[in-house]
C-alpha cells in the first residue's frame, strides 16, 4: 500500500498491508514448501540518503524516514531477512527495485527472475 501523506488513522492499514501481508506471504509460501520466493521490495528502504548513492550493502540508519510508507516497506524487508537467517532459506538473488509509472522493467525483471533457474 503506498499513499503520500496519509493521515495518522490509516497508519494500522499500511502496515497491515505492507508489513503483515509481506509476513503472511512468506509464511505460507514456506509451509507450502514453495522452492522459490521472488521478494520484490522498494529503494523506500534506504530511507533518506542525503543525495548519497547507495547499494545493496547499505543499511537505514533508521533516523531519518521521509514517509511512513517508508517505514513499513523497511519493517517488511526485515521480516524476510528475519526469515532468511532463522529459517536459512538461500537468498541467492536479492534485487530491490522500484518502478515508474510506464515502465515495465520492474515487471520484466520479475518474470524473468521468476523463470530463470538456480541450480
Do not use: C
Request: avoid cysteine; hydrophobic fraction near 30%.
Amino acid at each position: 500500500m503506498y499513499e503520500v501523506g496519509i493521515p495518522a488513522r490509516q497508519r494500522p492499514a499500511m502496515w497491515e498491508a505492507n508489513v503483515e501481508g509481506t509476513r503472511r506471504v512468506m509464511e505460507a509460501a514456506v509451509e507450502e514448501q514453495v522452492p522459490r520466493i521472488v521478494y520484490v521490495s522498494t529503494v523506500g528502504i534506504f530511507g533518506n540518503t542525503h543525495k548519497k548513492v547507495v547499494d545493496e550493502s547499505y543499511e537505514n540508519p533508521e533516523t531519518d524516514f521521509t514517509s511512513y510508507y517508508e517505514e513499513t516497506k523497511l519493517e517488511a524487508h526485515k521480516v524476510v531477512q528475519r526469515m532468511i537467517e532463522e529459517i536459512e532459506l538461500d537468498p541467492r538473488r536479492r534485487h530491490r527495485i522500484s518502478r515508474r509509472q510506464g515502465d515495465t522493467t520492474a515487471r520484466q525483471w520479475v518474470v524473468y527472475t521468476a523463470r530463470k533457474r538456480y541450480d
